[in-house]
């Protein structure tokens, strides 16, 4: 079982800048990919960024320019640094990860919120 644990999501107005944190029990340089995931209200989860274990990464076009995925070098957590936000990036955050074909893990979600 691995657990997942996010946080740094907040309020910030638009234009700022938040980094979101994911503290793995699991070396997260080990999985086989791991992701940011978002949920805005009334709509459903979606990708924002996924990186793989040989580190590359994809990221949604919404995004592309301004958010940035990454793992820390003591190889427990992983960070989503968000610049130039927008309003419509509001939503609740969750990091991803897998670790074999057969288990999918989740982190319980941060709420980032972005005021015009």
């Known amino acids: 079982q691995v657990q997942l644990v996010e946080s740094g999501g907040g309020l910030v107005q638009a234009g700022g800048s938040l980094r979101l944190s994911c503290a793995s029990s699991r070396s997260v340089f080990s999985a086989n990919s791991m992701a940011w995931y978002r949920q805005a209200p009334g709509k459903q989860r979606e990708l924002v960024v996924s990186?793989?274990?040989?580190?590359?990464?994809d990221y949604t076009e919404s995004v592309k320019g301004r958010f940035t995925i990454s793992r820390d070098s003591a190889k427990t957590t992983l960070y989503l640094q968000m610049n130039s936000l927008k309003p419509e990036d509001t939503a609740v955050y969750y990091c991803n990860g897998r670790w074999d074909r057969t288990n999918n893990y989740w982190g319980q979600g941060t709420q980032v919120t972005v005021s015009s």
């Open positions: 990186i793989t274990r040989m580190g590359e990464t």
